[in-house]
Every structure is written in C-alpha cells, then in structure tokens.
C-alpha cells in the first residue's frame, strides 16, 4: 500500500505544507561539483585523450581513440531499419507530428521604413552548431532525440552533434533510429561531464557548439550549469512533475495511473492530484493501492508517492486554479467538465493537457508539442523547449541622413549627459 500524503486547503498550515512538499534540494554537493569542474578543467587542456580516459573510466569502455567512440551515420540508419516495423511506424508518426507543430513556431525577420527613411528591424537566424545530450544505459530515450533534435532541425541548424553514453558497450538501437529520423549529423558514444565539456569548449575530433540542449543525470546538469556563459543550455531541469485537477467525474483508475506515469520516472519524481470532492481522492487512493502490485517499477513508485506525492482537498475548482497556478507544475492535467476555460485562468505551467481523455503520456511522445518542459516551479518564468531556443534575433537599424540628422541631436543630448563624448561627437558628426 501507499502511504501518500493527503492534505487539505482549510488546514491552516496548508500553504506552508505545500511549500514544503513542493521543495526540491538538487544532490549535487561539494564533491559533485569539485569532480565535474576538474573533467571539465581536463577536458579543456588535454582535449581527445581526456575524454577517451575518462570514457574508460565512468563507462567501463576499453578503447584508445576517440575515433572508436564516433558512430558513423550509416550505423543509425542500420538501426532505423533494423527495428520493428511497429516501432519504425510509431517513431515515424511522433517525428511528422512534433516537426508539424514546431513549424509553427518559427520565427521571421521582419522590418520597417520611417517617413524619413530611416529603416529598423530584426534579422532572425538560425544556431550554427548545436549538442545534443541523450541518456544512456537503462534511462535510454528515443523519444527526447526527437523532441530535442526536431525542433532545432525547423529551425535551420545547421549540424547536430549528438553525445550518448554506452555503458559497457551497450547501445539501444531505437536512440540511434531517432537520431536517423530526425537527422542527426554525428554521433559520439561518450556522457556525463565529460561529453558536455566536450561539446561546449570543442576537442581536436569532436567541435564545439553554441547550444547543449537534453537531461542528464546530476553530473550532466551541474557541468551544464558549469559551461553555461562559454556555451547556451536549454534548462537545468529538476525531477518530473504532474499535478491532476479532477473535479470527480474522471474513473479513478484514470487518473491514478496518470500520477504513476510521473512517479515511475524515479522516487523525486512528484504527482500530485487536486479535487473538491473528498470521496473521489478516497477512490484514487483505492484505485492507487488495488493497481501498484502490477506495476513493473512499483517500489519506485511507491517511494515517489509517499514521498513527494499528494492528495490534496481543494473547496472548489477556483481554489484549484489559485493553488496550481503556485505550483506552477511541468505537466498540469485538467480532467473536468470545462477544461478550455479553467485553462484560461492557469498563468503558470509548462504544458496544459485538457479534457478527461487527454493523457499526460500522449503529450511525452507524441502529441506535437515539446515534452522539455519547465520543472520545480520555474514555469513561473520559462517555457517549453521550442524553435525559438534555436534562433538568435539581430537588431536592424539603418538611418537614412534626415534619420541620423534628427536621432543624432536626441544621442548626443543623452549621450553628453552620461559623460561620454565621443558618443555624443560619434552622432553629432553625422548632423550635419
């Protein structure tokens, strides 16, 4: 059985409960961030033979170049066509389906002439080079290839590097279909700290990037908070999330089984259910302890829930709205009558999955929208992964000479009073 935590609004102490509940401490201690910085210092210096040593090491790999650790192009397209056909389908459909909805976010230059003649703007491009960090080993998933990889291929990058771990050697032939599908350019079986500092300072084989996007475990995040400034990131993102409004019309099997989708991630993952009707999170909690034994990871589960997880007891559906929007969750399910309009008054989450037939699961494969998502509490000011995080914006200004004549005298005026002339002469000269 799960000891799940039930809470309730009309305790006073509610909203310091939930904080409390909500609170999330990375691990990553002295030690952790003294290792990542010397492999990044390592690979910094040392370059290639850093990376094949540590590889060694942390992979328990035997190989003496960096050249064994690059898989050639045509070994993912081996795998592509090696799957089952079944899998190749679903891998296929979720690919057409997330490039189809990011290609809507693509963003385009755009400018503007004044009366004058004085033209201004904004010229948008695309990355040149982006890394792609996927997880190896037992945390394998395909379906992050795609949602990393897609959206920077829509946005024109023009080459993706995409580092992977192989624990042992071992290699999981679906990643390598993804890659194929979405078109990745290279590939190198390396992870950890070492991969992201190869990525984000370039060695001899392996080229730097301007962005590294994709999770990782507590070393990968830390060294991508380490680089970050030498090279973008996406996010640092914390344990998976979902928080379920159900006003008691949903079965409880239902959505029991959408607070395990998020709980089975690992035990500091967090799902959380809110409702008004007290009989319904009593059938949840049924329905929690009746399903559980079947679950294939059910002792991760069961930590995750007792945990972090909870049934919360709101005094109506507007409460809940007002309690959600400070959890600001990564995934929000609202399973009642009127999803569209209750979605109207959520400020903060990292996606929306309405109606009682919108799993949260659909929307981590296939859906279309991005499954990287905002997590312990920062969709309060960041958003999905998405195009636009493969984009630059260049500022465009052109004065015609009545322009630079007339913006001239107001730069000089404010230029003068900051104290820099030769910014005040710099426009004064074109005045004339």
């Known amino acids: 059985m799960s000891d799940i935590r039930r809470l309730t609004t009309e305790d006073p102490e509610f909203w310091l409960q939930l904080d409390r509940l909500l609170a999330w401490e990375e691990v990553s201690d002295e030690g952790v961030h003294d290792t990542v910085r010397d492999i990044l210092r390592q690979v910094r210096s040392r370059g290639d033979a850093a990376v094949v040593e540590y590889t060694n090491r942390f992979d328990r790999m035997e190989v003496d170049s960096i050249g064994a650790l690059e898989v050639p192009v045509e070994r993912l397209t081996e795998a592509l066509a090696a799957i089952p056909a079944t899998q190749r389908e679903a891998l296929e459909h979720a690919a057409r389906r997330i490039r189809q909805y990011h290609q809507r976010q693509l963003q385009e230059s755009w400018s503007y002439t004044e009366p004058d003649g004085t033209l201004l703007g904004q010229q948008v491009t695309a990355l040149e080079r982006v890394g792609l960090y996927v997880p190896g080993g037992k945390a394998a998933y395909p379906s992050s290839v795609l949602m990393n990889a ?52 370039g060695t001899e084989t392996i080229p730097r990037v301007d962005k590294i996007v994709g999770p990782g475990n507590i070393y990968v995040a830390t060294a991508k908070g380490m680089v970050f400034g030498s090279v973008g990131i996406d996010m640092i993102a914390g344990p998976s999330e979902i928080l379920v409004v159900c006003d008691g019309d949903t079965p409880p099997d239902w959505i029991a089984m959408d607070l395990f989708s998020q709980a089975e991630h690992d035990e500091d993952a967090q799902s959380i259910l809110l409702s008004p009707d007290a009989g319904f999170l009593d059938q949840v909690a049924a329905s929690i302890d009746r399903l559980l034994p079947e679950m294939e990871r059910a002792d991760i ?109 107001t730069a000089s005026q404010l230029a003068r009073g900051e104290g820099l002339t030769a910014h005040a002469r710099s426009a004064e000269y074109r005045c004339k």
């Open 301 to 409: 589960i069961r930590r995750s829930l007792d945990e972090r997880g909870a049934l919360i007891r709101v005094r109506d559906l507007d409460e809940a709205v007002q309690v959600a929007n400070h959890i600001a969750p990564e995934h929000l399910e609202l399973s009642v009558a009127e999803p569209l309009e209750m979605a109207r008054h959520i400020r903060h989450a990292g996606a929306i999955f309405m109606g009682r037939y919108t799993a949260e699961a659909i929307g981590d494969y296939c859906a279309g929208p991005n499954h990287v998502l905002p997590t312990s509490r920062t969709a309060r000011f960041s958003s999905p992964l998405g195009v636009y995080d493969f984009q630059k914006r260049s500022s465009l200004i052109m004065c015609s000479p009545a322009g630079a004549a007339e913006l001239g005298k």
């Open 150 to 201: 897609l959206p920077a291929r829509v946005a024109g990058v023009d080459e993706l590097i995409m580092v992977v771990p192989t624990p042992d050697g071992v290699i999981n032939e679906l990643v390598f279909a993804a890659a194929a599908i979405a078109g990745v350019d290279r590939v190198f079986a390396i992870g950890g700290a070492q991969a992201v500092a190869a990525l984000a300072y």
